[in-house]
């Protein structure tokens, strides 16, 4: 037996109430609270998701749930499971398909001679005692062998639930890290998203510098997308690819080699130093670029609550060679920011 609640807004009966109706998503992607914002980012402006004409619902009391409402939720889900950047930084999505302030009418959902198999997936874990005491008797509940996959999400003082049928051929929600493309280093995923956000297009004959390259995580990223790269790090690099070529040196002492493989269209930055030094070596390496050449830079947060002052002197200082400079705050980035723009 459900009891009304009274809604956090109002004070009134939540079953009664309209606050929260506006609140009513197709997906619910469940996350640490740190990254909700960045991974809203990342859902509106990935070009891949723009067949979905998703928008993304401001919620203001779950910290951890990002709201999305979005056409064909069950094919959305299908690509962000297998989606290796927002798997990563997600605990769990859910589909919506019904949304109740009465959990009663979760019985709706199935029939009374129903013969599949449910797997259930909660959200809090607080409400499994009352999910599990509405769901008909009839219907089995097995959480490894299942045909069918029931998910739950109390916010809002509304049930949200959605039901998927499993596909064996494609397995949802069950995409393990470890069956994920094996990659060098966790620094690749911060190149590759910002490849995807940022629409980045590999072309033909495409050349990169990689500045502090090793241990090969970006330079295996370039090489995959037939991008020639030439990488630059007096550390062993743990790949090897036809399209990379090793200058195992600091940058600062591998001009002639620079020289000789220049004019490139590209040039990456991830190397551990102070932000104003990289800038230092990155605007002695335009001369190598061809006009329009993208940059990509990571700048390391240093200096504790100075971040925005050394962004801005960073800028100041690329401004002489780079233009349509900007930060992006990627999911992959770890006390840094990633900072891009083109050669004038
Ligand atoms: C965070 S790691 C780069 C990781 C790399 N992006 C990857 O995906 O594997 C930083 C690298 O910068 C390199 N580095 C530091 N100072 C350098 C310099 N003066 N010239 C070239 N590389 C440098 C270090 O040797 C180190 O390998």
């Known amino acids: 037996m459900t009891m009304s ?19 009513i998503p197709t997906v619910i992607v469940q996350c640490m609270h740190r990254l909700k914002a960045r991974l809203a980012h990342y859902l509106e402006t990935n070009q891949n998701l723009t067949e979905y004409h998703l928008t993304i619902i401001p919620t203001l009391q779950y910290g951890d749930l990002l709201f ?12 962000l499971l297998h989606d290796e950047l927002f798997v990563r930084f997600t605990a769990g999505i859910y589909r919506c398909q019904y949304t109740t302030k009465m959990l009663s ?3 709706l959902q199935f029939s009374e001679n129903d013969t599949n ?28 062998k299942y045909t069918h ?13 959605g039901i998927t049928k499993v596909n064996n051929d494609r397995p949802m929600f069950n995409v393990l890290f470890s069956e994920l493309e094996e990659v060098v280093c966790r620094a ?17 004959n495409m050349k990169a510098i990689d500045i502090g390259a090793a241990p090969g995580g970006w330079s295996s990223y370039l090489a995959t997308r037939g991008i020639r790269t030439l990488a630059v790090d007096p550390g062993a690099l743990r790949i090897e690819h036809e399209l990379i070529t090793h200058v195992q040196k600091r940058v600062e002492d591998a001009t002639e080699e620079i020289e000789q493989f220049g004019q490139f269209d590209l040039c990456v930055c991830d190397m551990n130093m102070h932000p104003t030094e990289s800038a230092e070596i990155v605007l002695k390496v335009a001369k190598y670029l061809k006009p329009n050449a993208l940059l990509v830079m990571t ?18 200082m690329l401004r002489d060679e780079y233009t349509d400079l900007k930060e992006r705050h990627l999911l992959s980035n770890k006390r840094e920011r990633t900072l891009y723009g083109y050669k004038k």
């Open 68 to 79: 999305v409402r979005a056409e064909n939720s069950a094919e959305l889900i299908d690509y």
């Open 117 to 144: 198999t449910y797997r259930l997936q909660l959200f809090p874990k607080s409400k499994l005692e009352d999910v599990i005491d509405t769901i008909p008797e009839n219907v089995t509940l097995d959480p490894k």
């Open 149 to 161: 996959i029931i998910q739950v999400v109390y916010a809002y003082n509304r049930y949200h639930f």
């Open 5 to 23: 609640v009274v809604c956090s807004r109002c004070k009134g009966d939540s079953e009664v109430c309209s606050c929260y109706d506006h609140l």
């Open 299 to 316: 700048v390391k947060e240093c200096e504790k609550n100075q971040k925005n002052k050394m962004y801005a002197q960073v800028n100041e």
């Open 105 to 107: 009418n979760i019985t």
């Open 188 to 204: 690749y995923y911060k190149l590759a998203e910002f490849f995807i956000v940022e629409s980045v297009q590999a072309t033909p």
